[in-house]
């Protein structure tokens, strides 16, 4: 079965300093990956796609993806106290397809905390 | 973007009862998703509602204990019946946006269940 791992945290950065956060994926056909954050008692919001190896960059967010080492990636340069949430890794439960027709696979989250 | 409603927003229920939680979206989408996620935990599908048709349901969802309607492209509604302690959950709707599929899902603000 499909997996997406992602290491629960809490991860603790200084503000300031850059968050990276990290997910590694099972299934080798997957083609496309999803950051979602989600504060506390709030539902996902989508903050970032990826479809190619290589990065992508919007803002203060990276995402990186690596399909040879089945790794994506979420870099937040500048962190602010504001980035503090649990950060969600995604991919469609259908590898092949271009969309996520079958819905999506959450990883666990990583639960940021940004130090004042 | 779209806007994606969802009623009620929590609501506390007895163990026996059912309630039915509504979705509604300002745009037509072909497919719409309902997720659970659990106390602590990350998001896990429920069903796929494909207006039209029957919904598809994930390994240990069943329709008798989650029915779903999809009347028309901007409206879905998912029951929780015969609810038990173990349903308590926020419950998401999703919605895929965009002529070509890519897998970008967008969230309702989910409805929060305690199930006494």
Same mark, same amino acid.
């Given at each position: 079965q499909k997996e997406v791992e992602q290491n629960s945290g809490p991860l603790s950065v200084p503000e300031g300093a850059i968050a990276s956060l990290n997910c590694t994926y099972s299934d080798r056909g997957s083609q496309s990956f999803f950051w979602y954050r989600q504060y506390s008692g709030k539902s996902p919001?989508?903050?970032?796609?990826?479809?190619?190896?290589?990065?992508?960059?919007?803002?203060?967010?990276?995402?990186?993806?690596?399909?040879?080492?089945?790794?994506v990636s979420l870099l937040i340069r500048d962190s602010q106290?504001?980035?503090?949430?649990?950060?969600?890794?995604?991919?469609?439960?259908?590898?092949?397809?271009g969309g996520g027709a079958d819905g999506l696979t959450f990883g666990k989250g990583t639960h940021l905390i940004i130090q004042p | 973007s779209a806007v994606i409603s969802?009623?009620?927003?929590?609501?506390?229920?007895?163990?026996?009862?059912?309630?039915?939680i509504q979705c509604q979206v300002d745009s037509q989408v072909t497919m719409m998703f309902w997720y659970r996620q659990q106390p602590g935990q990350s998001l896990t599908l429920i069903a796929t509602a494909n207006q039209g048709s029957e919904a598809t349901y994930e390994s240990g969802f069943v329709i008798d204990k989650f029915p779903i309607s999809r009347?028309? #492209? /901007?409206? +879905?509604? #998912? /029951?929780? +019946?015969?609810?038990?302690?173990e349903d308590s959950s926020i419950y998401l709707c999703s919605v895929e946006l965009g002529q070509v599929p890519r897998g970008e899902q967008y969230f309702g603000p989910g409805t929060r269940l305690t199930v006494t």
């Amino acid at each position: 079965q499909k997996e997406v791992e992602q290491n629960s945290g809490p991860l603790s950065v200084p503000e300031g300093a850059i968050a990276s956060l990290n997910c590694t994926y099972s299934d080798r056909g997957s083609q496309s990956f999803f950051w979602y954050r989600q504060y506390s008692g709030k539902s996902p919001e989508l903050i970032m796609s990826i479809y190619s190896n290589g990065d992508k960059e919007d803002g203060r967010f990276t995402a990186q993806l690596n399909k040879a080492s089945q790794y994506v990636s979420l870099l937040i340069r500048d962190s602010q106290p504001s980035d503090s949430a649990t950060y969600l890794c995604a991919a469609p439960r259908t590898p092949y397809s271009g969309g996520g027709a079958d819905g999506l696979t959450f990883g666990k989250g990583t639960h940021l905390i940004i130090q004042p | 973007s779209a806007v994606i409603s969802q009623k009620p927003s929590r609501d506390i229920c007895q163990r026996g009862t059912s309630l039915t939680i509504q979705c509604q979206v300002d745009s037509q989408v072909t497919m719409m998703f309902w997720y659970r996620q659990q106390p602590g935990q990350s998001l896990t599908l429920i069903a796929t509602a494909n207006q039209g048709s029957e919904a598809t349901y994930e390994s240990g969802f069943v329709i008798d204990k989650f029915p779903i309607s999809r009347p028309n #492209l /901007t409206f +879905s509604t #998912l /029951t929780v +019946s015969n609810m038990s302690p173990e349903d308590s959950s926020i419950y998401l709707c999703s919605v895929e946006l965009g002529q070509v599929p890519r897998g970008e899902q967008y969230f309702g603000p989910g409805t929060r269940l305690t199930v006494t």
